[in-house]
């Protein structure tokens, strides 16, 4: 199977959160310990049964007689080893096993969720999906790509997924609370959508009420990267007589002038599915809260799992305005009879694809 | 010849002398309708893509100009860098649009050489060749601003001239390719060649649009890279150095004309046969009314010389029975000598007529050798040969020459021409049979040395009732009887004569290989 992504390639690991887009390839050649369906609660993958008990603990079933694709049977402290990775430990118990956190960074359900099944054998990572990776070819990145130039191809067609993530104006935690939501409320307009996205671009999941007025204040410097260039002037347009400067840096340079806080307004794209997710962005220390954004409501409602309430806190306290959900799209051999699109990772499905002869 | 087969032949004769000129005019006009079918969708696959052409030009001009209004109207404000990048919220089609002068950082500039950058920079408009931005087409441009030594330049998004040609359809199939100057693939409205805009590699049509670039031609006709035979119609434009090609494959672009050659084609077989039906009933209809005017005028004929050789014989034997009644002994020799010659006469005559109601069957024949039909032949006349005083010589073939067909009619008609020409011979002359074999032919002559015939009768020789000898018991049923007899064994019957020399009477049938005999 050849598989062509728009972006950055690099080797395919185990390693989660990696921004290179041969992390879609990770669930191919690493199975996870179980995955999201499509109301977002897990499914057992490589374990045989997963049950989310008291607060903090999942416990789980593995199976027996597994192997890599290097024909080395899976231990049990291959699973223990793959957990550690991620945070996570394992203890026996009854038939099975329990897992707990190592570490109160993310909640354990998305550690446990970014669990892949691995083991180093000479040098190298093994897993047990049903792939294995025969060469990764790097191309020219065909940024902006249209979809209608794939219409009308004889041998491919196009599959649409909802999206899971959200493109959004990240605001620095240093603005008033009160500002930043009062911010948010003016961003997340129609006129900045049209503007930035063209028509049809979906409402954001947690779109406030439109045409809110911005607050006033000094100018907000607004960051932009890559294709994000038009969301950041649409912006600064909405902002009027606050929009500052627009800032179009390469993606590195956004992401180092985000962590150390450099920045008044920026462009990004966020991860709001499942909710469970959120914890990743937003959770006092959470490798992916880039900006260091703290809400002591927000932690205690993902740690008690009730990612409603830690919505509602993030509405309070807003980190960001979510502007556009886009769809998802992946264009694929039309000899391929049911192309489904996985409600999280964008290929996880594609081991039940079935081709037609 | 049969009747039935005369009238088809007849009819085929009348019809084709009618259908000929029918279907050649229908062929000549059929290659006209084709060609002006081709012609005509060749015009058309030309008219779109100069059409296309056109549009895509002005689609280039109005970038230019929003450029151009962009530069004048905002280079000069205290905030023009600012308000020139906005320009893209408001003209989608405009990106990267900014401000540059001599310090601007390299990584800033537009896709220009330097020369360019430096002619732009002292107040001329400049862009650049349309290159691939991922899978979207753009071209950099530069227009001069309001501040000497400065210039505004932008992306221009060709995303929509790619869509404009991808959303050119002809029919069914036809569809339109755009091409960069050095024939790359920019933009395609056939999906399955779209792959080579991204890959960059050459198609099929590349080297034509190429030579288009340079001043040259390119087809009309041609195979295209989706592997069909295909009409095109070419344009280019000079300003952007794109050729554009429209193409519909042949099958579908003559498919009308292809309905209509079939439509006139049907035409032109139905008046045909038409013609035919017409022309065998006619025929027939000609043949029947012939016949029967044939045969009241073979009766007359047959009626006439019957009535002259039987009013002769008559006479002759009304004089004999005269003799008879004068009851004197002296002409007992001379009556018996007349009824003998009268009965033999009249005998013959007979046996002439019975000749012609034996109808020669090809499924009845029979091998026959010809060395012993003549030896048979020589024996039966021998009797009236030495009455007649003319010797009889039978010239054998070398070897047994073979024919078939019914030998009683056979030897009739040798006997026919044996007969003939001891009458035409003097007394002591000599009458020579002869078989030969030429080829795949059988050959049986009869040659004499009486006194030949005429030039001026020898065409009507084997016609009926027609004798050179019509003071005798000659209705002239003999020699056409042989002809029927001849033709009737495909074969034929021919004479060469001199006056006062003789005459040569060739039998000419098909000769048989005596192995083919044996299944």
Redesign the interface.
């Known amino acids: 199977m050849r598989v062509a992504v728009t972006g950055s390639l690099e080797k395919v690991d185990p390693v989660p959160g990696s921004p290179s887009f041969s992390s879609w390839a990770q669930n191919w050649v690493f199975e996870p310990l179980a995955r999201f369906d499509a109301r977002g609660e897990f499914v057992p993958a490589f374990a045989s049964r997963v049950e989310m008990r008291q607060r903090g603990q999942i416990y789980i079933e593995l199976p027996r007689e597994r192997r890599f694709n290097d024909g080395s049977l899976i231990s049990v402290e291959d699973v223990e080893q793959s957990l550690r990775a991620n945070g996570l430990r394992l203890a026996a118990a009854n038939a099975g096993f329990v897992v707990r956190a190592l570490d109160s960074k993310v909640p354990i359900e998305v550690a446990f969720a970014r669990t892949l099944v691995f083991a180093m054998r000479e040098g190298r990572f093994v897993g047990s999906g049903p792939f294995i990776v025969a060469e990764e070819v790097p191309s020219p990145d065909p940024e902006g790509t249209s979809l209608e130039f794939f219409e009308n191809m004889d041998r491919l067609k196009v599959v649409r997924g909802p999206g899971r993530q959200t493109d959004s104006i990240i605001f620095n935690p240093a603005l008033p609370k009160k500002e930043r939501a009062m911010l948010a409320r003016a961003i997340d307009s129609d006129s900045v959508r049209e503007l930035a996205f063209g028509p049809g671009c979906p409402e954001a999941l947690n779109r406030a009420a439109a045409d809110s007025p911005v607050p006033p204040g000094r100018p907000l410097d607004v960051l932009g990267w890559g294709s994000m260039d038009r969301f950041a002037l649409a912006v600064r347009r909405r902002m009027a007589d606050r929009g500052g400067n627009a800032d179009i840096e390469p993606s590195t340079e956004v992401v180092k002038r985000l962590q150390q806080r450099q920045f008044d307004l920026a462009t990004t794209r966020i991860l709001v599915w499942p909710s469970s997710m959120a914890a990743l962005a937003w959770r006092t220390g959470s490798p992916g809260n880039l900006i260091g954004y703290s809400n002591p409501a927000v932690d205690a409602a993902l740690d008690a799992g009730d990612w409603a309430a830690a919505q509602a806190a993030l509405h309070d306290d807003p980190p960001a305005a979510f502007v556009c959900t886009h769809d998802r799209y992946a264009v694929v051999d039309a000899r391929i009879k049911n192309p489904t699109l996985g409600p999280y990772d964008l290929l996880e499905t594609l081991p039940d694809w079935e081709v037609e002869p | 010849m049969n009747r039935r087969a005369l009238a088809m032949r007849l009819a085929a004769i009348v019809a084709l002398s009618g259908a000929v000129p029918v279907v050649l005019l229908a062929v000549i006009g059929l290659q006209i309708v084709r060609r002006r079918g081709v012609a005509a969708s060749q015009e058309a696959l030309q008219a779109i893509a100069e059409q296309a052409a056109g549009r895509i030009s002005n689609y280039i001009s109005q970038q230019r100009v929003t450029l151009r209004a962009v530069a004048m109207a905002v280079s000069g404000e205290p905030d023009a860098e600012?308000r020139l990048?906005?320009v893209?919220?408001d003209a989608?089609t405009l990106?990267h649009v900014r401000l540059i002068d001599a310090q601007t950082p390299a990584n800033q500039l537009p896709r220009l050489r330097p020369e360019e950058i430096a002619r732009a920079l002292s107040g001329h408009e400049v862009h650049s060749d349309t290159y691939m931005?991922?899978?979207?087409l753009a071209q950099d441009a530069c227009c001069p601003a309001r501040k000497p030594g400065t210039a505004v330049c932008a992306t221009f998004d060709l995303?929509e001239l790619?869509?404009q040609v991808?959303r050119i359809r002809i029919a069914e199939s036809g569809y339109a390719l755009a091409f960069d100057r050095n024939g790359r693939l920019v933009a395609s409205?056939?999906?399955?060649l779209?792959?080579a805009?991204?890959s960059g590699e050459p198609i099929a049509e590349s080297p034509f649009a190429v030579q288009l670039t340079n001043a040259g031609a390119a087809p009309q006709r041609l195979a295209s890279s989706t592997g069909a035979d295909v009409l095109a119609g070419w344009a280019h434009l000079k300003d952007l150095g794109w050729s554009i090609a429209v193409e519909q494959p042949i099958d579908e672009a003559l498919r009308g004309v292809r309905t209509a050659l079939g439509l006139l084609g049907l035409g032109a077989l139905f008046a045909l046969g038409i013609s035919l039906a017409l022309g065998t009933a006619q025929a027939r209809k000609m043949l029947v009314t012939l016949e029967l005017e044939e045969r009241w005028k073979t009766a007359g004929r047959l009626a006439a010389g019957v009535s002259h050789d039987l009013g002769h014989r008559l006479a002759i034997l009304q004089q004999t029975a005269a003799l008879a009644e004068t009851n004197d002994p002296a002409f007992l020799p001379r009556i018996r000598e007349s009824l003998a010659s009268e009965v033999s006469t009249l005998r013959k005559f007979v046996a002439d007529f019975a000749d012609l109601t034996r109808e020669p069957k090809a499924a009845d024949f029979l091998p026959v050798e010809l060395n012993a039909l003549i030896e048979s032949v020589r024996r039966s006349v021998q009797p009236q040969a030495a009455a007649a005083q003319v010797a009889i010589e039978a010239q054998r073939a070398p070897a047994d020459v073979w024919v078939r067909g019914d030998r009683y009619l056979l030897e009739r008609a040798a006997l026919n021409l044996v007969y003939n020409a001891m009458e035409a011979s003097s007394p002591g002359a000599r009458v020579t049979l002869s078989v030969r074999r030429a080829g795949e032919r059988a050959l049986l002559q009869v040659e004499d040395r009486g006194q030949g015939i005429a030039t001026d009768r020898l065409h009507s020789l084997f016609d009926s009732f027609v004798s050179t000898k019509r003071t005798g018991a000659h209705v002239g049923m003999g020699l056409p009887n042989v002809r029927r007899i001849a033709l009737a064994h495909d074969g034929n019957i021919s004479v060469l004569s001199n006056l006062g020399q003789g005459s040569l009477f060739t039998l000419d049938l098909p000769a048989q290989d005596s192995s083919s005999f044996s299944s």
């Open positions: 600012r990048a906005d893209t919220l989608p990106s931005a991922g899978v979207s995303l790619q869509r991808q409205g056939s999906g399955s779209r792959a805009v991204l």
